[in-house]
């Protein structure tokens, strides 16, 4: 390999020189040529903004991805540029085992079909997750990552020549504060002995000194708007990534909304299961009760007893019998006690003991003895009819 020794020596030089003057900055032995306040301003705007990027960065990528392992997998995939394998989300995979369980327990009987449609949301859930882990990556991650990794390591290398030149510049001033010194010492002494060819020397090396720091000052100044133009860019880089952040709020935006409307729909469907019990929705105004429906039922005064029609061999089914023996156009309700409850959502229903419900209406409720604790009488005019709790939000 042919090197070349003069520009060897030289770059080795220009590294001592500038080694000398930064462990001389150091030691406060040496003077720093100092960048204005508008500068500063722009280094320390760059430095809190890739430090904040670095951050949201890695923070979104763990809530996207979760496990860390998968994270560092995908990393290697980018990196060696392969298409990263589609990965089963956990929301899918419990949808596969639920539903291989209803298989097994039997689809037809209720805890099986209940993990059918259980299963079904849970997959139709971990889709939605995998579209908006696609569209964030796409639309936000990727942004962040090729600021870090393009913008962010160009404004590094030129700021990391600028502070190479600032050395150079201020090396030059410390010779030529060193030529005129002993320039100066050398015409104060009286020449009796013939000495001015070496002052001569002396003038020509401080002639040298200036002519090297007019050229390291203008390599400097050339530098510094170099950087200062790629600094002024963080506020394009800024604008940049609020439109990310806007794309990313509607991507997750959808993301919840889906899962809201699935899990709603979920929450009907089982609603209409015998036995099955569904928790209350969070609604917006008034907030929901938090009575649990045994506790409802129990608070709720009950009308006087009705006889309970024995089943055969003597044994009765407390639901079954009152649903058989209650006949709702002789159910009086009580003279107090009775509540109000607000319609979370409609309700149509199963058989003719039923009340249908619709959205946001008010109707009158009450409680009957043997009941099932999730179901109430409800009235609305002179229509009257067995009510889900679940539907329901009771009012004081």
């Known amino acids: 390999m042919d090197f070349n020794m003069k520009k060897l020596a030289s770059d080795a030089g220009v590294f001592f020189s500038r080694a000398v003057q930064f462990t001389e900055e150091k030691l406060g032995q040496a003077e720093k040529t100092e960048l204005d306040a508008h500068f500063e301003n722009l280094l320390a705007r760059a430095d809190t903004t890739k430090n904040w990027t670095e951050k949201i960065l890695h923070q979104t990528e763990v809530l996207l991805q979760p496990n860390p392992s998968a994270r560092v997998e995908e990393f290697l995939y980018e990196k060696l540029d392969r298409k990263v394998p589609s990965r089963v989300t956990n929301g899918e995979l419990l949808a596969q085992y639920m539903m291989e369980a209803a298989n097994d327990f039997g689809p037809g009987t209720p805890y099986g079909k209940t993990l059918l449609k259980v299963g079904?949301?849970?997959?139709?859930?971990?889709?939605?997750?995998?579209?908006?882990?696609?569209?964030?990556?796409?639309?936000?991650?990727?942004?962040?990552?090729?600021?870090?990794?393009?913008?962010?390591?160009?404004?590094?290398?030129?700021?990391?020549?600028?502070?190479?030149?600032?050395?150079?510049?201020?090396?030059?001033?410390?010779?030529?504060?060193?030529?005129?010194?002993?320039?100066?010492?050398?015409?104060?002494?009286?020449?009796?002995?013939?000495?001015?060819?070496?002052?001569?020397?002396?003038?020509?090396?401080?002639?040298?000194?200036?002519?090297?720091?007019?050229?390291?000052?203008?390599?400097?100044?050339?530098?510094?708007?170099?950087?200062?133009?790629?600094?002024?860019?963080?506020?394009?880089?800024?604008?940049?990534?609020?439109?990310?952040?806007?794309?990313?709020?509607?991507?997750?935006?959808?993301?919840?909304?889906?899962?809201?409307?699935?899990?709603?729909?979920?929450?009907?469907?089982?609603?209409?299961?015998?036995?099955?019990?569904?928790?209350?929705?969070?609604?917006?105004?008034?907030?929901?009760?938090?009575?649990?429906?045994?506790?409802?039922?129990?608070?709720?005064?009950?009308?006087?007893?009705?006889?309970?029609?024995?089943?055969?061999?003597?044994?009765?089914?407390?639901?079954?019998?009152?649903?058989?023996?209650?006949?709702?156009?002789?159910v009086k309700p009580p003279a107090s006690g009775t509540r109000k409850a607000r319609v979370l959502y409609d309700y149509e229903v199963a058989d003719s003991s039923e009340l249908a419900l619709l959205a946001d209406e008010l109707i009158t409720v009450y409680s009957l003895p043997g009941m099932d604790p999730d179901w109430l009488i409800g009235e609305r005019g002179n229509q009257k009819g067995k009510v889900p709790v679940t539907y329901l939000e009771l009012l004081s």
């Open 120 to 330: 079904e949301t849970q997959k139709r859930l971990g889709g939605a997750e995998r579209d908006f882990m696609h569209s964030a990556s796409v639309s936000f991650l990727t942004p962040l990552r090729n600021f870090l990794e393009g913008d962010w390591r160009t404004i590094t290398k030129e700021r990391r020549i600028l502070e190479n030149r600032r050395l150079d510049l201020d090396a030059c001033k410390a010779r030529l504060k060193k030529a005129k010194a002993a320039e100066a010492k050398a015409s104060a002494v009286p020449d009796f002995q013939e000495t001015r060819p070496r002052n001569f020397i002396l003038s020509a090396s401080a002639s040298a000194a200036e002519h090297e720091l007019r050229l390291a000052q203008t390599e400097f100044d050339r530098q510094a708007e170099v950087t200062r133009l790629l600094l002024e860019g963080i506020s394009s880089t800024h604008v940049n990534h609020l439109r990310c952040l806007h794309e990313f709020v509607e991507s997750q935006t959808t993301y919840y909304a889906q899962g809201y409307q699935f899990m709603l729909d979920l929450q009907k469907q089982l609603g209409r299961f015998p036995g099955t019990f569904v928790g209350n929705a969070e609604s917006t105004s008034p907030p929901p009760a938090t009575t649990s429906p045994t506790t409802v039922a129990a608070t709720i005064p009950a009308v006087p007893i009705i006889p309970v029609v024995p089943t055969v061999g003597g044994a009765s089914n407390p639901a079954t019998a009152v649903d058989r023996a209650l006949n709702l156009n002789d």
